[in-house]
């Protein structure tokens, strides 16, 4: 699914990537506070999340009278949702995002790197984490780094939960990371 997730009170249409020999199926959600549909294109779905709906990981399961897909983890938040935008594997080209977002990404090709800029001030903490193979079960063995303006790295993590690394890096002065 993509994007893998939503904030709550929201919409949002999801490709769902697969062999679907007969469309549009029936999409079933663990929990009332999710409700999904398929849209008209194939492998096009449409997530209503509540707005009052726990933050955490729910699951959707397409289904039709022949049978059923596995299930498949939907990630319910609080914070403003970003979706990756290629190119941006250069420092030059880093795709801009607010502080406090969640971004929604995927692999494009074999060595991809995705790199992601946000204006901080000294003093202020940045905290990021990628949730690849705990939640979404990939294999992805991913690297985080924090870089300055002028692409040093400050910090780095590869393995902080399993095969997902979370940096928590305090800002040492005004500028874009």
Same mark, same amino acid.
């Given at each position: 699914?993509? /994007?893998? %997730?939503?904030? #709550? %009170? &929201? ?10 020999? #007969?469309? /549009?199926?029936?999409?079933? &959600? *663990? ?11 194939? @492998?096009?779905? *449409? ?7 726990? +933050? %955490? ?7 039709? $009278? ?6 498949? +983890? ?5 914070? +403003? ?18 502080? *406090? ?6 692999? $494009?090709?074999? @060595? ?10 000294? %003093?202020? &903490? ?7 193979? @705990? ?19 400050? $910090? ?5 939960? @399993? ?6 890096? /305090?800002? +040492?002065?005004?500028? &874009?990371?």
């Amino acid at each position: 699914l993509h /994007p893998a %997730g939503a904030p #709550r %009170g &929201t919409t949002v249409e999801i490709t769902v990537v697969g062999t679907f020999e #007969r469309w /549009p199926v029936h999409v079933w &959600t *663990s929990d009332k506070a999710i409700s999904a549909k398929s849209g008209m294109d194939k @492998g096009k779905l *449409s997530i209503t999340v509540a707005a009052e709906a726990v +933050p %955490g990981t729910y699951w959707l399961r397409l289904h039709d $009278e022949q049978g059923a897909s596995t299930l498949r +983890p939907f990630v319910v938040g609080t914070l +403003p949702d970003v979706l990756e935008k290629e190119p941006n594997d250069d420092l030059d080209k880093a795709q801009v995002i607010a502080a *406090s977002s969640v971004v929604n990404g995927r692999l $494009e090709k074999s @060595g991809d790197v995705d790199l992601f800029s946000m204006k901080l001030k000294k %003093g202020e &903490t940045l905290v990021a984490s990628l949730d690849a193979h @705990g939640t979404f079960r990939s294999s992805m063995d991913a690297i985080l780094q924090v870089l300055s303006a002028d692409g040093s790295v400050l $910090e780095q993590n590869n393995d902080w939960s @399993g095969l997902d690394p979370q940096i928590v890096c /305090p800002i +040492p002065k005004d500028g &874009t990371y």
